[in-house]
């Protein structure tokens, strides 16, 4: 795990996209040896002018101003223990956003700042799901929206197929986060604690009715994705 930052510290990133009404993506990159590595924040509407921030991160002024304008930041949704390293920064800009963890992650979480839920009411159209077979350490949304739904996930999934440098190109490859949709192989080995609970989870979200797309924290957005969580949930042994 790379040093938390202290201070707002924006690294490279890419524009704001609009999935649905109410829902943005932005990809940015991690710096690595020969290369940059893609992480993924989303930005969720909610009632009452109010907005989610899924795997948080700083981005230049003027994104986070259109961030700003879907709703006043109200949570700062932590996925897992490894999606800290800007949250204090994140905290500072929006000290009334609450931070939320899955109550596994809760103590790892906390060594940046302090988890003031896991259990935030995000409105009817919003679920947060501990995500089964990972220890209730690893978040992930439902959304339903116009259109249908979106899925956000987090290390479970990973789709990295254009990796920025070749030392990212090896990282990806040798974790098993690409090219393809998959469990991670590292993912799988050390933090997936019992596979057949994550393939019935993953079983669960294919018939999400409406699932339109399905958006990981590493990679590309996966369109109809119902057909690529049953090769996963099968990938497992389900």
Do not use: C
Not at 34 to 53: D, E, I, W, Y
Not at 140 to 166: F, K, M, W, Y
Request: hydrophobic letters at 45%.
């Amino acid at each position: 795990m790379a040093k938390l930052h202290d201070h707002w510290r924006v690294l490279p990133h890419g524009p704001l996209r609009e999935l649905a009404p109410g829902l943005l993506t932005v990809v940015g990159q991690i710096p690595l040896p020969l290369g940059n590595f893609p992480r993924r924040m989303t930005v969720v509407a909610l009632p009452n002018k109010r907005s989610a921030l899924f795997s948080p991160f700083p981005l230049d002024e003027a994104s986070m101003e259109r961030v700003e304008a879907v709703g006043a930041p109200a949570f700062l949704i932590v996925p897992n223990g490894g999606h800290r390293l800007d949250l204090r920064p994140m905290k500072t800009r929006y000290p009334q956003a609450k931070v939320v963890s899955a109550t596994g992650a809760r103590a790892l979480i906390s060594e940046a700042v302090a988890v003031e839920t896991t259990a935030p009411d995000l409105g009817k159209d919003i679920d947060l799901v501990s995500v089964a077979g990972m220890g209730d350490t690893e978040l992930a949304l439902v959304i339903r929206h116009e259109g249908g739904a979106s899925l956000v996930t987090n290390d479970i999934i990973g789709n990295v197929a254009n990796p920025q440098g070749p030392g990212a190109w090896v990282m990806a490859r040798m974790t098993g986060f690409g090219p393809n949709p998959a469990v991670p192989r590292y993912v799988r080995k050390t933090y997936v604690k019992d596979e057949a609970a994550l393939a019935r989870q993953l079983k669960e979200w294919a018939v999400i009715p409406g699932l339109a797309r399905l958006i990981p924290s590493h990679g590309e957005v996966i369109a109809q994705p119902a057909p690529v969580l049953e090769a996963l949930a099968r990938s497992l042994g389900a």
